[in-house]
């Protein structure tokens, strides 16, 4: 049974430092880009807390300048995840026998290592391979990190507390928060580097045992990742990095009759198909796999006649073009009323064309390079499609250029269709696209939103007047597992907004919360009879 004395304080988010010119923190965090970009270095994979070398490799590129490699990183094969998993379950056994408290103070510990020495490091590393601006890598590869591991601690603790009704005399009943059977297989997505600390550490705190596959176009800050949770004192064994080849990983690992969870954000399909294997394998098992899973989005905003004009315009730019709309959350599609349109038409094209693009070393650009030149290719698909469509034209941006970054323009699709291709299909780019309703077609817009996409991540809606408001909701009931009101669709905070979406998007189990912490544990539990019955039989029985 865990020790179930409250003893971790409840965490508040960690501050968000603004990167202001001239401030101390914008000086450390440049000085820090310039250090990293300055080397090369080899990152191999961790097994067993030893480092293992492979004759496959790939490289970590910078994408806003993609002929400067920051690293080379080595890649599992089927030798190497076979090693992963005899460690795994070599460390398990002394791992989840560790009460709670021992293994939390490893991550709280981890967070304190992040917020102090490390935060630049890891923040420089985001905006390199990633790139990211300064202030979407603090929210994220800072921030965000730090809540996790803090919060998760909290809210591991408060799982634990979680008991059954005692007998008035003669029992004792409790229960007992097993980690699963097995091991946990992480597979974590290049945009969030937040979420490739999560998935893996998650799992982990409860007891369990991990192999952590990062997304090949982000292993740079993975890496630094792995050698602060080292450096917090994880044993060796408990999380095992093995980067490589998605559909090698993958098959390999699945393959293994100890794979006792997916712990997975990433692509609609992959997931999927991921799903689908291990329900081909099921026989195999020796338990049943929990899934988790956080996948896509095609989120929106839908306005009311009522909605505030400035607010409004604010939340399209940043839900939509921060990060280069490489959030799940990110807008991409937005539904207008004709009177609303006729008033931020102007504005709101202004300001997109006078967005600053270019590479994350100029702290003013508020936007920086995709992440891949799949990435770029499949962008300028969308564009080139609404350039020729008869239903769909291009209001501003559309360009783009891949000679030194892969940078696509801020780009805003209006369409008359509102079943049109990027009214539908997730881009994961900075294409938005909308359609314009007349104002007393509200409801009608409203289940438009609803029927259009198979996602259900995120949304939001902008009025003032409260029954357009209770509206929506009502309506709108089942497409966002996150919903905003009178804000952008993105930007979900630890212990504040608990993220995740269901119908196509995932399966709802809510990172930064107890509810997706409850995932990773197998309860048993146990009953002691202080005075057993000597007699069978019933006072019913005469």
Known sequence: MQNTVSNIPKPVNEPVFSYAPDSEPSKRLKAELSRLESQQIEIPLIIGG???????????????????????????????????????????ADWEKL????????????????????????????????????????????????????????????????????????????????????????VTPFNFTSIAGNLPTAPAMLGNTVLWKPASTAVYAAYYIMKILQEAGLPDGVINFIPGSGSEVGDSVMASPYFSG??????????????????????????????????????????????????????????????????????????????????????????????????????????????????????????????????????????????????????????????????VEEIFAPILTMHVYEDDQYEQALELCNQTSIFGLTGCVFAQDRYAIMTAMDMLRHAAGNFYINDKPTGAVVGQQPFGGSRGSGTNDKAGSMLNMQRWISVRTIKENFLPPTEYRYPCMG
């Open 50 to 92: 030893k480092e293992v070398r492979t004759t496959s490799t790939g490289k970590c590129v910078q994408p806003h300048c993609h002929k400067h490699t920051l690293a080379v990183y080595h890649k599992a094969g089927k030798k190497e995840i076979e090693m992963a998993i005899q460690s795994s379950l070599k460390a398990k």
């Open 99 to 186: 009460p709670y408290q021992q293994r939390a103070a490893i991550f709280m510990k981890a967070a304190e290592l992040l917020a102090n020495k490390y935060r630049y490091t890891l923040n420089a590393a985001t905006m390199l391979n990633q790139s990211k601006n300064p202030f979407q890598a603090e929210i994220d590869s800072a921030c965000e990190m730090i809540d996790f591991w803090r919060f998760n601690a909290y809210f591991m603790q408060e799982l634990y507390k979680e008991q059954p009704l005692h007998s008035p005399i003669g029992s004792l009943n409790f229960v007992e928060h097993r980690p699963l059977e097995g091991f946990i297989f992480a």
């Open 262 to 423: 997916l712990h997975f954000t990433g692509s609609t399909d992959v997931f999927q198909g991921m799903w689908k294997t291990i329900g081909n394998t099921i026989q195999n098992y020796k338990t049943y796999p929990r899934i988790v899973g956080e996948t896509g989005g095609k989120d929106f905003l839908i306005a009311h006649g009522s909605a505030a004009t400035d607010a409004l315009k604010a939340a399209i730019i940043r839900g939509a073009y921060e990060y280069q709309g490489q959030k799940c959350s990110a807008l991409s599609r937005m539904y207008l009323p004709n009177s609303i349109w006729k008033i931020l038409k102007e504005p709101l094209v202004e300001e997109i064309k006078h967005i600053k693009i270019g590479p994350v070393q100029d702290f003013s650009n508020f936007m920086n390079a995709v992440i891949d030149k799949g990435s770029f290719d499949n962008a300028r698909r969308y564009i080139e499609h609404a350039k020729k469509a008869s239903d769909a034209s291009i209001v501003c941006g559309g360009g783009s250029d891949d000679s030194m970054g892969y940078f696509i323009q801020p780009t805003l699709i209006q369409t008359t269709n509102p079943q049109y291709k990027s009214m």
